[in-house]
């Protein structure tokens, strides 16, 4: 049978149906075929894209790849650019270093330099400074020396002046301040002394002088250089011119001779002049009741003998100036000097004072070498009118606690000379005395003269008128 023997309808409906579904195959093939080409275009477009992009990523790649090598090899060169950077800025800093350090060196130098420019200026300044200091020190020195020579001339002047009034000894010979000097003018203190009648003599030594002058002081340094001791005596109350000690005579005996402490009282205006002879001139009693202190009154015993003689030794402090009152006690005493009633001394204290060299006992040999001296002596003499003979210089124990050879020479010294006028006062008293006596006598031999002549004239007269 052919295919188309089966001719009915449900065969050919199948048939159909077979071709329908066979041209719906076919045709879902050319869709499907169409669509896979469609695709196949759509790929391949794609790939063509693809490619395409591939190629500008490729390209892109390429280029990249050509910018990355012109990078890497920017950056090469780069980085060799720094490489070199890196070792000249190295350089640079090696360089910097180096010229840091010279700099520093130079600076260091400079700094040194500097320093030793400063030096130098300080040297040159220094020397410049000591080069004036030693020309003012030459000019200090030269106007020094000029000044010390002025002042060495002016003194030497002032010395001559001063030593052409020369008190003391004309030479002062140093080796007499010894032991045995004390010992010589000790031994003739406590020799007997006769005057020229052959009676002893018994000097009167009356302290006078304001308060405070040094009297008790220097009593204390006769006493100590009669009794030779070696510590300075207290007997007389020193510097107390309130207590009872001070307001009477304190008389003592060394040998034949009195050494009286009298009060310090002789400045006051009470103290009337009459007294003051009366005591001046040995016509008191040192015992006396002395009835009122104040006005120093004194009884005088009026038959008292004026055998012994005495000397008044005023004390005074030296460069004192002399008041009124002291003044008038002092012409008084003077005064009786003269009427040859009294012999008189005048002791200065307080050497020490006035020169200092003489706080030092071990000077006192230079005692007549010193215008301070000499000056002091001068001026007192001239204010009291006292002449510088009858003037003695003495430094009292004030601190010492022993005594001292020239010291107590000074003291000795003193005592020696106010025991000299003390002698000569007994002499001028014998000599006025005998001076007396001879007027006296002188008019007895013209009385007798006178009664024998009228007797004879009487006998004639008898004679005359018995011839008759
Ligand atoms: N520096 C010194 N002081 C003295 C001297 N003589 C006495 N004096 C002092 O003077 C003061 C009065 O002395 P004083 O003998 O009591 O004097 P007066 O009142 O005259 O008896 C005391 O303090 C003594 O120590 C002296 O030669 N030198
Ligand atoms: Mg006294």
Redesign the pocket.
């Known amino acids: 049978m052919s295919w188309f023997g089966y001719a009915d309808a449900a065969d050919l409906a199948r048939a159909q149906e077979v071709a329908r579904n066979e041209a719906r195959r076919v045709k879902e093939e050319k869709e499907r075929a169409e669509e896979a080409r469609k695709e196949a275009n759509e790929s391949n477009i794609r790939a063509k894209d693809a490619e395409e992009r591939a190629q500008k990523e490729n390209q892109r790649a390429n280029e990249e790849r050509e910018r990355a090598e012109q990078e890497k090899m920017a950056a090469g060169k780069a980085k060799e650019e720094a490489t070199e950077s890196a070792r000249r800025a190295e350089q640079a800093a090696e360089q910097a270093h180096i010229e840091k350090q010279k700099a520093l060196e130079a600076q260091g130098l400079a700094k040194e330099e500097r320093v030793r420019a400063e030096e130098a200026r300080a040297r040159a300044e220094n020397e410049a400074r000591k080069s004036v200091e030693t020309r003012q020190k030459k000019e200090t020195a030269e106007q020094e020396n000029k000044r010390l020579l002025d002042e060495k001339d002016e003194k030497q002047k002032r010395d001559e002046t001063l030593m052409q009034f020369a008190w003391g000894p004309k030479k002062t010979k140093r080796g007499r301040w010894t032991a045995q000097e004390v010992q010589r003018l000790r031994d003739m203190f406590y020799e007997h002394m006769h005057d020229k009648e052959g009676r002893l003599i018994h000097g009167k030594i009356l302290i006078f002088?304001?308060?405070?002058?040094?009297?008790?002081?220097?009593c204390n340094g006769l006493r100590a250089a009669l009794k030779d001791s070696a510590q300075p005596t207290t007997y007389y109350a020193?510097?107390s011119?309130d207590n009872s000690l001070?307001r009477t005579f304190q008389p003592s005996q060394y040998g034949d001779h009195w050494i009286i402490?009298m009060p310090?009282i002789f400045e006051s205006s009470d103290f009337k002049t009459e007294s003051i002879e009366a005591i001046a001139s040995g016509r008191v009693r040192f015992d006396a009741q002395i009835g009122n202190w104040k006005t120093l009154e004194v009884k005088i015993n009026q038959q008292q003998a004026r055998r012994d003689v005495s000397c008044v030794v005023l004390?005074l402090h030296h460069g004192i100036t002399l008041g009124d009152e002291l003044k008038r006690q002092l012409n008084a005493i003077i005064r009786l000097g003269g009427e040859g009633v009294l012999s008189y001394h005048l002791v200065l204290?307080?050497?020490?004072?006035c020169d200092p060299q003489f706080k030092d006992p071990e000077n006192i040999p230079n005692l007549y070498n010193s215008p301070l001296v000499q000056e002091a002596v001068k001026m007192m003499s001239e204010q009291t009118g006292i002449p510088p003979y009858a003037i003695s210089y003495?430094?009292?124990y004030?601190t010492e606690n022993t005594t001292h050879t020239n010291t107590k020479l000074l003291h000795l010294e003193a005592l020696d000379r106010i025991l000299t006028s003390t002698a000569e006062q007994v002499e001028k008293m014998i000599d006025l005395k005998l001076q007396k006596n001879m007027y006296e006598d002188a008019r007895v031999s013209w009385t007798t003269a006178v009664f024998i002549s009228a007797a004879v004239m009487c006998v004639c007269a008898v004679v005359y008128m018995c011839t008759q």
């Open positions: 002088g304001p308060s405070g002058a040094g009297k008790s002081s220097f020193v510097g011119h001070t402490d310090g004390v204290t307080h050497l020490d004072e003495v430094k009292n004030v």
